[in-house]
């Protein structure tokens, strides 16, 4: 197994080459084994390209393509990621009625399909199609945690940062926060900018946690030691989720978050960030395409780094490859289905193909992110620039804890912030959980 420094080095050097723009175009899409002669198969596909995911239109229009193609059909489930949709996922392999090709997690999250032989490997796939997934580097595709083999190949990978509406920060005459923003500074900001009549941070409590409780953390540690889970209250790794968790409540004591944050979900807390409520959304790089989409002025919006303290430098970000597709056990045994599953995620996973959907994220393609040279807007390249110039990087903790045992905290921060359940029991109920 690779050290976290080298993992570190690796997710790093990803994403300055995602930074990076080449002059390529899509003419030559390269679609692997996609055959010419037309089909006549429907394919069951659920992703998590829905709702307000930037890739959502990306998708739908690569299928549109894909069944032109092929003459194929896909009926599409796909829906927002959020931990009802991995219950989902988990609820459907169990009963029978999983999709014949799913995006979806890799890690932990995905143990139990793997564990129950619902999902095939790459090797096994690459007895029958030797090239499947050849223009990807194996090195940078997660295994499996159960046995070590790949099952999910990867499109985009992911970068979270801070997304900001200048506007915003300039009524409430606060700087933008940049590389040397550290957490007490941005802190005094977003007590100017409450005292201005604006919500610092767009953020749901109750429905979408989990990026502060990764940064909040990763703030009492650095990027080899957080993505490691705790042992007990009392390790390195369980003072640092008890100092963290303690951090959020501060903020939301302080009147950080929306007034709703309890109880909105996370489209209204976006649409706050965008119609000039809300100066701070922390979210990932799949945000890019759709605020671009959605914003009215987007020179009025960038990305930045997450004000850090303590051992995390600001400009240690959280990112890696943590997705991708799968083809299920079921459909890899029908005989009219097989060769059809391949076929889409060969097209899914071509060189341009991902290059649509990586945009500023990072990829495993052996050939790199190549995109079309036109004029980037100033919201993209400063995520381009937060990119290139990360110090260190690390994988998000909450992918090494199994999606049920998160619950004590995801589920339970309403709860904790307002002090009806001490931060120590729900941390300790996790570590338990995961025991």
Same mark, same amino acid.
């Given at each position: 197994?690779?050290?976290?420094?080298? @993992?570190?080095?690796?997710?790093?050097?990803?994403?300055?080459?995602?930074?990076?723009?080449?002059?390529?175009?899509?003419?030559?899409?390269?679609?692997?084994?996609?055959?010419?002669?037309?089909? #006549?198969?429907?394919?069951?596909?659920?992703?998590?390209?829905?709702?307000?995911?930037?890739?959502?239109?990306?998708?739908?229009?690569?299928?549109?393509?894909?069944?032109?193609?092929?003459?194929?059909?896909?009926? $599409?489930?796909?829906?927002?990621?959020?931990?009802?949709?991995?219950?989902?996922?988990?609820?459907?392999?169990?009963?029978?009625?999983? %999709?014949?090709?799913?995006?979806?997690?890799?890690?932990?999250?995905?143990?139990?399909?793997?564990?129950?032989?619902?999902?095939?490997?790459?090797?096994?796939?690459?007895?029958?199609? !030797?090239?499947?997934?050849?223009?990807?580097?194996?090195?940078?595709?997660?295994?499996?945690?159960?046995?070590?083999?790949?099952?999910?190949?990867?499109?985009?990978?992911?970068?979270?940062?801070?997304?900001?509406?200048?506007?915003?920060?300039?009524?409430?005459?606060?700087?933008?926060?940049?590389?040397?923003?550290?957490?007490?500074?941005?802190?005094?900001?977003?007590?100017?900018?409450?005292?201005?009549?604006?919500?610092?941070?767009?953020?749901? &409590?109750?429905?979408? !946690?989990?990026?502060?409780?990764?940064?909040?953390?990763? #703030?009492?540690?650095? !990027?080899?030691?957080?993505?490691?889970? %705790? =042992? #007990?209250?009392?390790?390195? @790794?369980?003072? /640092?989720?008890?100092?963290?968790?303690?951090?959020?409540?501060?903020?939301?004591?302080?009147?950080?978050?929306?007034?709703?944050?309890?109880?909105?979900?996370?489209?209204?807390?976006?649409?706050?960030? &965008?119609?000039?409520?809300?100066?701070?959304?922390?979210?990932?790089?799949?945000?890019?395409? /759709?605020?671009?989409?959605?914003?009215?002025?987007? $020179?009025?919006?960038?990305?930045?780094?997450?004000?850090?303290?303590?051992?995390?430098?600001?400009?240690?970000?959280?990112?890696?490859?943590?997705?991708?597709?799968?083809?299920? =056990?079921? /459909?890899?045994?029908?005989?009219?289905?097989?060769?059809?599953?391949? #076929?889409?995620?060969?097209?899914?996973?071509?060189?341009?193909?991902?290059?649509?959907?990586?945009?500023?994220?990072?990829?495993?393609?052996?050939?790199?992110?190549? &995109?079309?040279?036109?004029?980037?807007?100033?919201?993209?390249?400063?995520?381009?620039?937060?990119?290139?110039?990360?110090?260190?990087?690390?994988?998000?903790?909450? $992918?090494?804890?199994?999606?049920?045992?998160?619950?004590?905290?995801?589920?339970?921060?309403?709860?904790?912030?307002?002090?009806?359940?001490?931060?120590?029991?729900?941390?300790?109920?996790?570590?338990?959980?995961?025991?």
């Amino acid at each position: 197994m690779r050290s976290l420094k080298k @993992q570190t080095a690796l997710l790093l050097a990803l994403l300055l080459a995602a930074a990076s723009l080449s002059s390529c175009g899509f003419e030559n899409l390269k679609t692997g084994p996609v055959s010419k002669e037309k089909g #006549n198969v429907e394919l069951t596909v659920m992703t998590m390209y829905a709702g307000n995911d930037g890739n959502a239109k990306n998708f739908r229009n690569a299928v549109s393509e894909w069944q032109k193609k092929t003459g194929n059909t896909v009926l $599409d489930t796909s829906v927002t990621s959020d931990e009802a949709f991995k219950t989902r996922v988990k609820m459907d392999y169990q009963t029978g009625a999983e %999709p014949d090709i799913l995006f979806y997690f890799s890690g932990e999250d995905a143990s139990v399909l793997v564990q129950n032989n619902r999902v095939v490997s790459l090797d096994e796939i690459r007895t029958v199609y !030797p090239d499947y997934a050849s223009n990807m580097k194996e090195s940078l595709m997660q295994p499996s945690p159960v046995d070590q083999k790949i099952y999910c190949i990867p499109v985009n990978g992911y970068w979270e940062g801070l997304f900001v509406n200048k506007k915003v920060c300039r009524e409430a005459g606060v700087p933008i926060p940049d590389e040397n923003t550290d957490w007490d500074t941005f802190m005094g900001m977003c007590e100017k900018i409450r005292d201005a009549g604006f919500t610092p941070i767009a953020a749901s &409590l109750a429905n979408v !946690p989990h990026y502060w409780f990764e940064f909040c953390i990763y #703030n009492h540690q650095d !990027p080899e030691t957080h993505p490691v889970v %705790p =042992r #007990n209250l009392y390790d390195k @790794q369980g003072q /640092a989720w008890i100092a963290g968790i303690n951090d959020i409540k501060m903020m939301y004591e302080k009147g950080f978050f929306p007034e709703s944050t309890l109880s909105a979900p996370d489209d209204e807390t976006m649409r706050d960030f &965008l119609s000039g409520k809300a100066a701070f959304l922390l979210d990932g790089s799949w945000r890019v395409s /759709a605020i671009e989409e959605a914003a009215e002025n987007i $020179d009025d919006f960038c990305v930045t780094f997450v004000p850090g303290k303590n051992g995390r430098k600001t400009t240690d970000i959280i990112g890696g490859l943590s997705s991708g597709y799968y083809i299920s =056990r079921k /459909a890899w045994n029908d005989p009219e289905k097989r060769e059809a599953a391949v #076929n889409f995620v060969s097209y899914m996973t071509a060189d341009e193909m991902v290059s649509r959907f990586a945009l500023v994220s990072v990829t495993a393609l052996k050939s790199g992110v190549k &995109l079309e040279q036109s004029d980037v807007s100033s919201f993209v390249s400063s995520a381009l620039y937060m990119a290139e110039h990360a110090s260190g990087v690390s994988t998000a903790v909450q $992918d090494y804890v199994p999606a049920e045992s998160r619950a004590p905290v995801f589920e339970n921060m309403p709860a904790i912030v307002k002090g009806l359940t001490p931060v120590e029991d729900a941390i300790g109920e996790v570590i338990k959980c995961i025991k």
